[in-house]
């Protein structure tokens, strides 16, 4: 069955540090990767997602099909950043979204 | 313009009794999702609307939980002799098609608590 982990529940870091967030899937074809974020008291909402290869909000993602992973990562953590991270799979002729269990970010000023 | 919309946005209920939670998706989003966000377990599939297609219910966990979509638009998500494991946050999404694409979009969510 396919599966997403996201390995770290909470994330402490400080501003200006570099960040990352780990997050592993289990599926054997070619999978379509997201990154959901969800700020306090907001919904959750797209970051990014791995076929448009690009940066938001300074934050990039690659696909590693090698080591099955999607890590999202920022050089340098501002306080905005603090939210609730969500890593997601969608895998071939599926409309529905696997998620991890997410990772609460904190970045401390 | 307007985004998906979820009520009630918190809904208290009595172990045993049947709740009703509704979802309204962005117009003209062909496609409608409902998942559940429970503490320390992420975000669950529940079922999947698609048109006028059968709805994927691989997600739900009991035939205690169904839902409907009418219209092609509002859905409802019922539980039934609801239990204290149903506490939770229900999400609702609508995408546009299934393009590839395709992004959902999330509504804020019924809090649900079963006393």
């Known amino acids: 069955a396919q599966r997403v982990t996201q ?11 570099p960040v990352e967030l780990k997050c592993n899937y289990s ?10 974020v969800q700020y306090s008291r907001q919904r959750l909402q ?30 340098f953590a501002q306080e905005e950043d603090s939210a609730m991270y969500y890593c997601a799979l969608r895998y071939q002729g599926a409309q529905k979204l696997v998620f991890g269990q997410g990772t609460r970010l904190t970045i401390n000023p | ?21 509704r979802c309204d998706p962005i117009s003209g989003h062909t496609a409608l999702y409902w998942y559940r966000q ?11 609307f698609q ?14 939980f169904s839902a409907e979509r009418t219209g092609g638009s509002v859905s409802t998500l019922t539980i039934q002799r609801t239990q204290q494991e149903d506490s939770a946050v229900y999400l609702c ?14 509504g804020p969510g019924t809090r649900l608590t079963v006393t």
């Open chain 1, 7 to 17: 390995p770290e529940k909470l994330l402490s870091v400080f501003k200006g540090a």
């Open chain 1, 27 to 36: 599926y054997s074809g070619s999978p379509e990767l997201f990154w959901y």
């Open chain 1, 46 to 75: 797209l970051l990014l997602r791995h076929i448009s290869r690009e940066s938001i909000k300074g934050f990039t993602a690659d696909l590693n099909k090698g080591e099955t992973s999607f890590h999202l990562k920022k050089p």
């Open chain 2, 1 to 21: 313009g307007a985004g998906v919309s979820q009520s009630p946005s918190n809904k208290v209920t009595e172990k045993g009794k049947d709740v009703e939670l």
């Open chain 2, 38 to 48: 429970s503490l320390g377990q992420g975000l669950e599939f529940l079922i999947y």
């Open chain 2, 51 to 64: 048109g006028n297609s059968a709805p994927d219910k691989s997600g739900l966990p009991s035939d205690r």
């Open chain 2, 93 to 106: 999404a609508s995408s546009l098609d299934q393009g590839f694409t395709y992004e959902q979009y999330f």
